[in-house]
T-cell receptor, first 115, second 114 residues
Framework: DVKVTQSSRYLVKRTGEKVFLECVQD?????MFWYRQDPGLGLRLIYF???????EKGDIPEGYSVSREKKERFSLILESASTNQTSMYLC??????????????FGEGSRLTVL | SQKIEQNSEALNIQEGKTATLTCNYT??????LQWYRQDPGRGPVFLLL?????KEKRKERLKVTFDTTLKQSLFHITASQPADSATYLC?????????????FGTGTRLQVTL
């Protein structure tokens, strides 16, 4: 079975802390994505990457950065967590470099609470 | 501005009936559209993809239509079951030039009762 694994299902952090959310896929996919999901706002794209060491900003990149050192791993970094970053974070991957013409495979999500 | 609209109100239907969910969009010309299912606390799961040159796509009890003139997709579940209760998301491909990305609607929650 194909799999996208997010390192933590639930995290509680304090304002100002640095937060790392890790995502690993075992499908040799080129493209990886980070979304956040909030009630009434749906899924919003934060960053995506279509190759190792490549990244592109999504719709809401402010306050976030990403790292893609290896093809299978895509990390989301909150340099200084704030309460408005409390959310469900979803990682996804798909094949076809530079395109998302195929289905997205999502992880189970990481629910982050910033106090 | 670009917009994807799904009915934010929950859709309640009786078991055995056909559920129809709507996805409308403005200011896009997507090459294709996808539908996902999401259960509470879980990540979305892909259901169907339909391309701009396809009018209809079927998979078991699911049917999707895509009208690029109306800028609308309809998602049907026939002979609905309580296990179909979930939130259903539509997503559109948006090309950025160097890469394309999926933009999601806010989803419609379906509740199927006995």
């Amino acid at each position: 079975d194909v799999k996208v694994t997010q390192s933590s299902r639930y995290l509680v952090k304090r304002t100002g802390e640095k937060v790392f959310l890790e995502c690993v896929q075992d499908m040799d996919h080129e493209n990886m994505f980070w979304y956040r999901q909030d009630p009434g706002l749906g899924l919003r794209l934060i960053y995506f990457s279509y190759d190792v060491k490549m990244k592109e900003k999504g719709d809401i990149p402010e306050g976030y950065s990403v790292s893609r050192e290896k093809k299978e791993r895509f990390s989301l970094i909150l340099e200084s967590a704030s309460t408005n970053q409390t959310s469900m974070y979803l990682c996804a991957s798909t094949t076809d470099r530079g395109k998302s013409t195929g289905e997205l495979f999502f992880g189970e999500g990481s629910r982050l609470t910033v106090l | 501005s670009q917009k994807i609209e799904q009915n934010s109100e929950a859709l309640n239907i009786q078991e055995g009936k056909t559920a129809t969910l709507t996805c409308n969009y403005t200011n896009y010309s997507p090459a294709y559209l996808q539908w996902y299912r999401q259960d509470p606390g879980r990540g979305p799961v892909f259901l169907l993809l339909i391309r701009e040159n396809e009018k209809e796509k079927r998979k078991e009890r699911l049917k999707v239509t895509f009208d690029t003139t109306l800028k609308q997709s309809l998602f049907h579940i026939t002979a609905s079951q309580p296990a179909d209760s979930a939130t259903y998301l539509c997503a559109l491909d948006i090309s950025t030039g160097t890469a394309s990305k999926l933009t999601f609607g806010t989803g419609t929650r379906l509740q199927v009762t006995l």
